[in-house]
């Protein structure tokens, strides 16, 4: 049976790869149009000043989870991981994820211009629904790669999907400069067809990760109570320190989301860049993409997951400071501020999807990667706080408080474990 498995595997491996490629491409090159840390704040001081309801758009999707995410994640992998194909899940979770865009563009050009409340909790409700479904479809999603592919190969596949994508990315960004800047394109029709390209691109990604052929892999016999199931992936914490450690961090790191919307925002009130300058930061934050991704996936798979976990995080850690030290006169500048944060962006996406397949057990891999999610739902809220306080009090206190949080992270990180070495080491001792 298992060398059945084995063959399965090798058979569908180069489509599985292919069509994850073809998701990553399209799904990076489709979500740009709705950046969180870009577009959606732009978008929302058409309707409101207030720091606090940009802080919670942000909250509901940002660039590193949105609270919808976090929430079905536990439940989720109580009731499917006794399931040998968890695809069909995926799919359902997608499909709606697809819709939530084509509606938000039918919105936005709609009710945006002469009905703007209706616009604003239309654009909340699609954007919760969109996480939450990221929430129940991320689950199988991980498991089917954590199947699929080999471990040496995931940080050049989680690469590659980011890389290739970069480039739709960095294209989507002149599309989004080219549209914003042009009059004769006027609010809401601009950001309206922003969200149909979205919808466009994002539905085709999902067409390929719909298509992904999904081999057997042990599972556990049955399904647990909920309550059982939740006993024994909270002792996962107990037993293993590595992991808690790594998710202590993951925290500490994601408070870089306290300013990941007030950035284009500062760039706005206080340098007073152009609106189509957005579009600008949009396609340097994809050319980082690109450039680190290359970077990242090699480092990965030849010298490990928390390299690029700590590399990743000093580049997190350089953005806020830049933004504190760079002199109002050199506002052009400000255009790298958008590249170091997507050598954090991409760093953090690749270290944990690895630190996580490297680390958890084939059968126990939803209760991981479950655990992981829901540990980032303080995360989720710093964006609200971000917009407290720029709000009440500065942009230097949130970009001061920002860079303190991530300085921990940074000095703490030392304190893992590469988990390839963990395994390797634990599998001799067994031996």
Request: glycine share 8%; net charge positive; aromatic share 14%.
């Amino acid at each position: 049976m298992q060398e059945d498995n084995k063959k399965n595997v090798k058979t569908h491996s180069r489509f599985n790869f292919l069509m994850g490629l073809l998701h990553g491409i399209f799904y990076n090159g489709g979500i740009a149009f709705g950046s969180a840390t870009t577009v959606l704040p732009a978008f929302l001081t058409n309707f409101t000043a207030s720091k606090v309801l940009i802080g919670l758009s942000s909250s509901i999707m940002g660039e590193i989870g949105g609270v919808g995410n976090i929430l079905p994640q536990l439940f989720v992998a109580s009731r499917i991981e006794h399931r040998s194909h968890k695809r069909p899940l995926l799919r359902f979770a997608i499909t709606i994820r697809a819709l939530c865009w084509g509606l938000l563009a039918l919105f936005t050009y709609l009710f945006a211009g002469n009905n703007p409340s209706i616009a604003l909790w239309g654009l909340f409700l699609l954007l919760s629904i969109f996480t939450f479904m990221g929430g129940v479809a991320v689950v199988p999603f991980m498991d089917i790669w954590g199947k699929t592919i080999s471990p040496d190969l995931r940080g050049r596949f989680f690469g590659y999907r980011q890389l290739l994508g970069g480039f739709l990315a960095i294209f989507s960004g002149l599309i989004v400069k080219s549209i914003l800047n042009n009059s004769n394109v006027a609010f809401p029709d601009n950001y309206a067809l922003l969200f149909l390209f979205a919808f466009i691109l994002i539905t085709i990604s999902y067409v390929a990760l719909g298509s992904v052929k999904e081999p057997f892999a042990e599972v556990h016999k049955e399904q647990l109570p909920f309550y059982d199931f939740l006993r024994k992936t909270t002792g996962i914490l107990k037993k293993d320190t590595n992991f808690r450690k790594f998710l202590f961090i993951q925290i500490l790191s994601g408070t870089i989301a306290l300013s990941l919307p007030f950035f284009v925002l500062y760039a706005k009130d206080v340098l007073k860049i152009r609106i189509g300058m957005i579009g600008i930061f949009l396609s340097a934050q994809m050319l980082g993409m690109v450039l680190s991704t290359i970077i990242w996936g090699y480092l990965s798979d030849h010298l490990g997951s928390k390299k690029v976990l700590q590399l990743s995080i000093l580049f997190g850690l350089l953005a806020p400071l830049f933004a504190l030290l760079l002199p109002r006169h050199c506002s052009n500048l400000f255009v790298l501020l958008f590249v170091f944060l997507s050598f954090f962006i991409s760093g953090r996406v690749i270290s944990k999807n690895s630190f996580l397949l490297d680390t958890a057990p084939a059968k126990d891999r939803p209760r991981y990667v479950s655990l992981e999610g829901t540990f980032r739902l303080p995360v989720v809220f710093f964006p609200l706080i971000g917009g407290v306080l720029v709000q009440y009090s500065s942009y230097t206190m949130l970009f001061a408080i920002t860079g303190f949080f991530l300085l921990g992270a940074f000095i703490l990180s030392f304190c893992l474990k590469e988990p390839r070495k963990l395994a390797l080491s634990h599998n001799s001792t067994n031996a």
